[in-house]
């Protein structure tokens, strides 16, 4: 029972001490410089702070796209230091949604074909997914856009199709990094609009990177990263 409570209450993610360096032959270049941070289910947080501080870096980690290097990064309770690759890759596929500034869509499939192509590569059977598609592309509000290309889309619209990628997954949190930024300050708020949505019916975690004061101000916490540091 104690251990089970243990679990409840533990942090999504617990950051301790991580540093980070980009490795160039025998010269390093330092990202993170000793961040320690916990995030808990349902938080939503931004991280801000100036251009180079480590904010993609710290994302990447926490995707599980970039290993740990010094530190250690617990994801519900599981030292990422210790999860074997095919034990990363079940995380990030089935526990972590990722949107990107870049959209990063298939520009050959449409936009439910985009959202319907990483649950086929999870198995999931024919009728699960075209549910899963149908309420992931309602939820962000573009069900009556299912049959385009992205070509044929707006950028608002592109995002909007990145995110029903996202959240079809149904995962525990959603890394974004910068994913209002090719976008105008209207359609921007509308993007903010349905992560605000999923973070508040679904308790998603968001961990969101945006030098955007309109983003910054939809978040519940902010931690600025100056020069690899949480200041
Ligand atoms: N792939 C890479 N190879 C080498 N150095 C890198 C790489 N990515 C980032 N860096 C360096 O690491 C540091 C942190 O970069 P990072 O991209 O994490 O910052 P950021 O806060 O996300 O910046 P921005 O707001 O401009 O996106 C910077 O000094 C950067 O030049």
Same mark, same amino acid.
């Given at each position: ?32 410089? &000793? ?13 801000? &702070?100036?251009?180079?501080? &480590? ?177």
């Amino acid at each position: 029972m104690e251990n089970l409570m243990n679990t409840i209450d533990s942090p999504l993610y617990s950051i301790r001490d991580v540093r980070f360096s980009y490795d160039f032959g025998n010269l390093k270049a330092p990202a993170l410089n &000793g961040v320690s941070l916990d995030i808990r289910q349902g938080d939503f947080i931004c991280l801000t &702070g100036p251009s180079g501080s &480590g904010k993609t870096t710290l994302l990447n980690l926490l995707g599980l796209i970039e290993a740990v290097q010094d530190g250690d990064i617990h994801f519900n309770t599981n030292s990422l230091k210790t999860l074997t690759e095919r034990e990363k890759n079940r995380v990030r596929r089935y526990q972590i949604g990722f949107v990107f500034q870049t959209f990063q869509l298939f520009p050959v499939l449409t936009a439910a074909e985009n959202v319907e192509y990483f649950l086929t590569r999870q198995g999931i059977p024919t009728t699960e997914r075209k549910n899963r598609v149908k309420d992931a592309l309602a939820a962000v509000g573009i069900l009556d856009q299912s049959d385009k290309k992205p070509a044929e889309m707006s950028g608002g619209q592109r995002q909007r199709v990145a995110i029903a990628r996202a959240i079809a997954k149904r995962p525990r949190v959603i890394i974004a990094d910068e994913p209002t930024a090719n976008l105008d300050q209207a359609t921007g708020k509308g993007v903010m609009e349905i992560f605000a949505k999923l973070n508040h019916d679904h308790q998603i975690s968001l961990i969101i990177s945006s030098h955007d004061p309109m983003v910054q101000s939809y978040s519940r916490h902010q931690v600025r990263l100056v020069d690899g540091k949480i200041c």
